[in-house]
């Protein structure tokens, strides 16, 4: 990566180096086993400039996004969030049934399913053919497409202009962030709203969660360089909320430049939280790289010495995250031997790159184990009600982020 895919500028600086790994959603099947599995540099920078921090455009989003292995529904807590902001969002915006809602990277119509069933139009743009396949037999009108200022065009001139855009947890897996807010802005009605959750890389860094790099992720945003971003393609800024999800993210509330107004009161604050931070100069990114180290060292040292205690450690959950958790700590069967997850996808399948096979979630019940690895720690207190019942047999709960944590968990 030589230049800024926002800004332009050649002022880059590393805040991160995670080696090279295999893209994080490329499962194995079994007949892959033999084959070569190719692996990219993971390499976190952030531009000095406008303070975008990326990752370079190694893979591209056909690669990754035309089969996919995540399909949202599958996490009880995720479909909750989508519903709740859908009631949220009818009330601020006063949609009635005349209104026009469009998701962009709509998944399997986890969100807009709660649209749908408000009686309000909808459509989905999603461009995965197997979760898009998924979204339309619930019921949810869905066009495979990547989001681009021309589909945006072609969108807006078959079936009206939005009133609200939603782009939830996109934003990052784009590397034309440009040409991809063109797209929105020509999906939005010139009175309507934009709205956009992102991990805020605030968070990211503060807590250490570094495992939420990797390839399908582009970019990481502060609120400031998600403005400029923005303003690269009409948009403004007008509020932000801060939320728990994904360890911490932003849902960015955006209308067309001319009819944004004022910001709300909120911008300016978590602007100040940002630059308090010091995550406009790179003080502010001085300290990551030895954190991320240690979880590193922290988790195998736990590993190691439970293998060579004789006790058993099984993973839960297969998702991108854990991949760039896998792989950067070198974890492979010996000290790992499966994981499981909810999505039948993905059974039978193996991790990449560090070929840990993937079960189904009652092989824990069957097995067992003594630790139970929580992978996508992101959603802990849904994880740790879901599986109280290791608690019967004594097994424990272990989160390796922010730092390695061993939970016991009740009844």
Known sequence: MTRCRLCGSAALASVVDLGATPPCESFLAADQLDRPEPAYPLHLRVCTDCWLAQIPPLITPEETFTQYAYFSSYSTSWVEHARTFVADAV?????????FVVEVASNDGYLLKSVVDRGIRCLGIEPSVNVGAAARDAGVPTLTEFLDPATGAAVRAEHGAADLVVANNV????????????????LVADDGWVCIEVQHLLTLIEENQYDTIYHEHFQYYTVASAMRALASGGLTLVDVELLPTHGGSIRLWARPAESAGEPM??????????????????????????RVAKVRRDLLRFLIEAAERGETVVGYGAPGKGNTLLNHCGVRPDLLPYTVDRNPYKHGRFTPGTRIPVLPPERIAADRPDYVLVLPWNLRAELVEQLSFVHGWGGR???????????????
């Open 397 to 411: 709960l272990v989160f390796p982020i922010p730092e390695l944590s061993i939970v016991e968990v009740a009844s």
């Open 171 to 186: 934003y990052a897996h784009i590397p034309d962030v440009v040409g991809f807010t063109r797209g929105l802005r020509a």
């Open 265 to 290: 009161r909120r911008v300016a604050e978590v602007l100040d939280r940002e630059k308090a931070a010091g995550l406009q100069e790179l003080s502010g990114y001085a300290e990551f790289s030895a």
């Open 91 to 99: 009330q601020r915006l006063d949609l009635g049934t005349d209104a």
